[in-house]
């Protein structure tokens, strides 16, 4: 074995497979070792004693907003909130940048800014959108994690929502390419109308933007994608994933072997309507929070393992976008992405609905096998990246706007009561995130999938 640098004892291991005592020995960026006992020693030690330790959480959807609207959150503070709820990894979308991913130029200017910015490692989503179907092979060769496309109305001007026809022809391109494609899943048709409806008439509170996004509206879209998907055998992940019906329909179609994953949010496990209504702006999402009925039905789901994976879809806005008189005109978006680790755990693992090991599977090895990231991450092994998060489960604490990392300090989590606390975080081996202040070093490297055989 090589010389060690670090060695982590006394912890207690999650993995995807298993919860034990382990340590891990380290040299570099690398784990060099998992056992029970090392018996050599390292330059460094970690004493994890009560603490568990968990593969680095990947994110597979955020909106940092960078290049062009940094000033809605930007990859210095989005990857630091990140890092302090235990993330190593992200994959940035398409939009809310400007200009939006959906070329090789822009593509560079996101990743030079990602570069110069980012705390921990990131991917980043090309868009498919009317217009671009030129330009994919560009972006996977730029090596994009996939093409994200929107259904219906994306809320930014700059990035339009695709029509059947489009996401067909743009599908074919990406199963040429070998590139999965994801979806934010609701049906423009129904609801621009049902918005206009209710605006005309002025019914512009929270319960009328509710209702302007019904279920139906997913499942619509979820069918129409999945029909497209069978079409050109292109892989297919359904973003935020809010129903329960809407997660049955892709659990039917995995058995008529169609190549479709999906993902839900911590808001939709987390949060409902009835949170919405007394929240107000901060809770406004796309789609939108659901019922106490859905969300345990969603909870069922992962106890099945019909849910391939968590993204938090943090998607900011500078406070003043969350302050119109109409609820159908502020900002759609929720702050979350540094709470997704106790956020889960609290609802997931201390009431039973979710394994540890499931855990660790959801927010790491799930994804990493999913989007076809390198061998090296979403898993504590010898030879993988090391990325990992201490935690101490058993600590409760109370989320206040101070502790948050991200550019303006709004959550609709602030003053929730959680259990399971991120106290440390190391990226390949580095801390980035140590007793509740982050690292200023921007180590992030982009990270591409493999090619596909
Ligand atoms: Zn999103």
Request: aromatic share 6%.
């Amino acid at each position: 074995m090589k010389s060690l640098d670090l060695i982590l004892r006394g912890g207690t291991l999650v993995t995807e497979k298993s919860v034990s005592p382990m340590e891990i020995g380290i040299s570099g960026e690398k784990i060099v070792a998992v056992e029970k006992n090392i018996s050599q020693s390292a330059r460094h030690e970690i004493n994890a004693t009560d603490l568990h330790i968990f593969p680095g959480l990947i994110d597979s959807h955020v909106h940092f907003n960078e290049p062009g609207r940094a000033h809605w959150e930007g990859f210095a503070t989005g990857s630091r909130a990140l890092a302090a709820g235990g993330g190593t990894l992200f994959f940035d979308m398409p939009l809310n940048a400007h200009p939006p991913t959906i070329d090789a130029e822009s593509f560079d200017l996101k990743l030079a800014a990602a570069q110069k910015k980012s705390l921990i490692d990131f991917a980043l989503w090309g868009g498919l959108v009317p217009g671009n179907l030129d330009k994919l092979e560009e972006l996977s060769d730029r090596g994009v994690i996939g093409f994200k496309a929107f259904m219906s109305n994306s809320g930014i001007e700059d990035f339009s929502c695709v029509d059947a026809p489009t996401l067909r022809k743009g599908m074919k391109r990406a199963a040429r390419l070998k590139k999965i494609v994801a979806v934010h899943a609701e049906s423009d048709a129904i609801t621009s109308r049902l918005a206009a409806e209710s605006i005309s008439q002025n019914k512009i509170s929270v319960r009328d933007y509710l209702n302007s996004r019904p279920v139906a509206a997913e499942l619509t879209a979820i069918r129409r994608a999945l029909e497209i998907a069978g079409e050109t055998g292109c892989a297919l992940h359904i973003v935020h994933v809010s129903s329960s019906a809407g997660v049955a329909m892709i659990v039917e179609a995995q058995k008529r072997k169609i190549d479709v994953t999906c993902e839900t949010c911590p808001h939709y496990l987390t949060l409902t309507e009835t949170d919405l209504e007394e929240l107000g702006a901060v809770a406004k999402c796309a789609p939108p929070l659901r019922s106490a009925k859905e969300q345990n039905h969603l909870w069922k789901h992962f106890a099945a393992n019909e849910i391939t994976s968590i993204g938090s879809d943090h998607s900011p806005s500078p406070p003043e976008m969350k302050k119109e008189s109409s609820f159908f005109k502020i900002w759609g978006g929720i702050s979350g992405a540094q709470h997704t680790l106790p956020l889960l755990l609290t609802e997931g693992h201390f009431n039973r609905r979710i394994a540890l090991t499931q855990f660790a599977a959801l927010t790491s090895f799930n994804v990493a096998r999913r989007f076809n990231l390198p061998a090296t991450k979403g898993k504590i092994e010898i030879g993988a990246d090391a990325d990992f998060t201490l935690v101490h489960l058993a600590k409760e604490y109370k989320i206040e706007s101070e502790d948050l990392f991200y550019r303006h300090q709004q959550s609709p989590y602030v003053g929730r009561s959680l259990r399971s606390k991120p106290v440390q975080t190391l990226l390949r081996g580095q801390t980035v995130f140590k007793d509740g202040k982050t690292s200023l070093e921007p180590l992030g490297r982009l990270i591409k999938p493999q090619p596909k055989n």
